[in-house]
């Protein structure tokens, strides 16, 4: 029999809470709702709100099926918001919002990555965040990436702009900056000029062309995902890998202090005691003051 929980005055089916979704590890579907629910939500929901999400569902675990949905999925409760998103092929297309608990629940009870927009959607296509997405291909890590981190804060610096670390919950990390509104397209070229100006900086670093040949033991510094169509695994989410990592906000000095992966890889019941420790390192990203406009605007 499927429980039903109340949250926050809203019924919800859990289903398969004793299902191992993990096996590496061991946990269970309850113990990754347990973790949005106790751990997670208190500072992941301001990342969320106001964004509509796709989603990537893994049901049966990260060895399991994977796909990538963005249409609200079959079976969808009425109290569930809803936005709606830009698409030329799907002109009516909406996206689902969490924006509170509840909706939290009922979308982490499917098995999903949360992935974001870097806009907000009473202002589609107009992005107040920019992401770079450090991707590293083998033999490189995240040690490489941290490398390819410091010298793109310190560029940002250089033109007013802060940035904001956290892992990919994979292989990588991304960089996350505040910036005034602007067109997603303003943003997207932005991003790249400074991938080519890493890339001209550390030729033997980094690419910003996404072709794989020449991505062995360098970093591909991703600027695509500031697309307006495109989103980005949010803060906090799990990721559909062999372990439940997280894809988590780390400080500079972890960032610069970085010699082994292992020292930036995040499980799920780690996240307690750094949020206790640090609080939310991504906070600046939802609150006032800390967004400049992008040069020459």
């Known amino acids: 029999m499927?429980?039903?929980?109340?949250?926050?005055?809203?019924?919800?089916?859990?289903?398969?809470l004793d299902k191992v979704l993990y096996p590496a590890t061991g946990t269970t579907k309850g113990?990754?709702?347990?973790?949005?629910?106790?751990?997670?939500?208190?500072?992941?929901?301001?990342h969320l709100h106001d964004r509509p999400l796709s989603f990537l569902r893994y049901p049966d675990g990260p060895q399991g099926l994977h796909f990538f949905t963005k249409n609200p999925p079959p079976?969808?409760?009425d109290w569930v918001r809803t936005a709606p998103v830009p698409r030329s092929e799907e002109p009516d297309a909406r996206q689902v919002l969490v924006q509170d608990l509840p909706s939290l629940m009922w979308a982490a009870n499917l098995v999903v990555e949360f992935h974001t927009h870097q806009w907000r959607r009473q202002t589609p296509a107009v992005a107040d965040?920019?992401?770079?997405?450090?991707?590293?291909?083998?033999?490189?890590?995240i040690v490489e990436c941290c490398a390819v981190a410091l010298w793109l804060r310190e560029r940002l610096a250089a033109d007013g702009l802060s940035a904001y670390g956290k892992t990919s919950g994979s292989k990588g990390l991304h960089l996350l900056v505040p910036v005034?509104?602007?067109?997603?397209?303003?943003v997207t070229a932005y991003a790249r000029?400074?991938?080519?100006?890493?890339?001209?900086?550390?030729p033997e670093l980094v690419v910003h062309r996404m072709t794989?040949?020449?991505?062995?033991?360098?970093?591909?510094?991703?600027f695509?995902?500031?697309?307006?169509?495109?989103?980005?695994a949010a803060p906090y989410t799990l990721r559909a890998k062999e372990s439940p990592t997280v894809s988590a906000p780390v400080t500079w000095d972890e960032i610069g202090a970085c010699e082994d992966p292992a020292e930036l890889a995040f499980l799920a019941g780690d996240m307690a005691a750094r949020l206790e420790r640090y609080g939310d390192l991504l906070a600046p990203l939802t609150g006032t003051g800390r967004a400049r406009s992008l040069p020459g605007r």
């Open 193 to 202: 000029s400074l991938a080519v100006e890493a890339q001209q900086a550390l």
């Open 2 to 16: 499927t429980p039903i929980t109340e949250v926050e005055g809203r019924r919800l089916s859990l289903s398969n």
């Open 224 to 232: 695509s995902q500031n697309a307006a169509a495109k989103t980005t």
């Open 212 to 222: 794989r040949a020449l991505r062995p033991g360098k970093v591909f510094v991703d």
């Open 129 to 141: 965040r920019m992401v770079f997405d450090l991707d590293p291909g083998d033999p490189a890590s």
């Open 75 to 77: 079976g969808t409760p």
């Open 180 to 186: 005034e509104p602007s067109p997603s397209d303003e």
């Open 31 to 46: 113990e990754v709702l347990h973790y949005y629910a106790a751990t997670a939500a208190g500072v992941m929901l301001a």
